[in-house]
């Protein structure tokens, strides 16, 4: 719960006191129809393969509602993310959502790199500094103002998720590209999840070990050290800026993680800016939404995964 500060979490254990499955809601504010509600983002839900099919993903599914709803009440959305071709979470997920929305979600990955990349867009990239919050939280706002889904996030709150260090380290930290007057006129945030859990890939099915051969979508040695990106934004005019980024943050975290990932709506105007992950076996998921009523699909979707 460190990677996603207001979580809250819920584990099933077996009669021998070990783990069989668990799962995480981030609690937060998110705009829904113009206006801004509570919002429980499910995520990390896992259930151990000994105790699958079960309805166990179902239970856990339903007892993180339950907390949510006891701390914000009935007004609060809920928001999971699942991956494509996932079957079992997908039932599991329809038992409480009221939609499941397909085609809405991408996700890009990079792998990182060992060569300093070259900015397109001319301007200099540098780490953000404590008085470029005010700026990177207004850049972040009204880059997403009109997305469903949209959290906010003011200076003091950037800088507080910056400055922590629960493990004693920082597991965030922020780029920004910035204009002849120093100013940032893009950002980018990265947390650094694979210095605190890692995906672990040693038994692919043989089909995809031949491709991963190939393709290289999770490491040759089968674990993968994600670094997540969130809230990326550019001004108008500064799209380059926003690639510019990207690449900069695959060189410069190389130390800390071995793939950039993010998830976008392939509406976002970060979809025509950022390179598709081709190398990826899948492309994208679907969301399942628990809300009062559909949410806009005219709109583009803000993804806080």
């Known amino acids: 719960m460190a990677l996603h500060p207001g979580s809250l979490g819920v584990v099933a254990e077996n009669p021998a006191g070990t783990l069989a499955g668990k799962g995480f809601i981030q609690l937060t504010m998110g705009r829904f129809h113009g206006t801004v509600r509570p919002l429980g983002r499910i995520f990390g839900l896992v259930v151990h393969p000994d105790h699958r099919r079960r309805g166990l993903a179902t239970t856990l599914y339903h007892k993180l509602i339950d907390q949510a709803r006891k701390i914000h009440g009935p007004e609060i959305l809920f928001l999971a993310a699942i991956q494509e071709g996932n079957e079992a979470s997908l039932r599991a997920a329809k038992t409480w959502a009221t939609q499941i929305v397909k085609g809405r979600t991408r996700y890009l990955f990079a792998r990182t790199v060992i060569r300093s990349p070259r900015p397109r867009s001319g301007l200099r990239i540098r780490p953000a500094e404590p008085r470029d919050w005010p700026a990177f939280a207004e850049g972040t706002t009204l880059f997403r103002r009109n997305a469903e889904f949209a959290t906010q996030a003011t200076a003091d709150d950037l800088r507080m998720l910056h400055e922590r260090e629960p493990f004693g380290f920082p597991l965030q930290?922020?780029?920004?590209?910035?204009?002849?007057?120093?100013?940032?006129?893009?950002?980018l945030s990265v947390v650094f999840e694979g210095l605190v859990e890692t995906g672990l890939y040693p038994d692919l099915p043989f089909s995809l070990r031949m491709l991963n051969r190939v393709l290289r979508f999770t490491p040759s040695n089968g674990v993968l050290k994600p670094l997540s990106v969130r809230d990326l934004w550019h001004d108008s005019g500064y799209e380059d800026a926003a690639l510019d980024l990207w690449k900069a943050a695959a060189w410069q975290f190389r130390d800390k993680g071995n793939?950039?990932?993010?998830?976008?709506?392939?509406?976002?105007?970060?979809?025509?800016?950022?390179?598709?992950?081709?190398?990826?076996?899948?492309?994208?998921?679907?969301?399942?939404?628990?809300?009062?009523?559909?949410?806009?699909?005219?709109?583009?979707?803000?993804?806080?995964?």
């Open 173 to 187: 930290t922020a780029l920004v590209a910035v204009n002849a007057a120093d100013r940032p006129v893009a950002g």
């Open 259 to 305: 793939r950039l990932m993010a998830a976008v709506d392939p509406r976002s105007p970060l979809a025509a800016v950022l390179p598709k992950s081709s190398f990826l076996p899948f492309e994208g998921g679907l969301l399942a939404l628990a809300a009062d009523k559909p949410v806009d699909l005219t709109k583009t979707l803000y993804h806080p995964f």
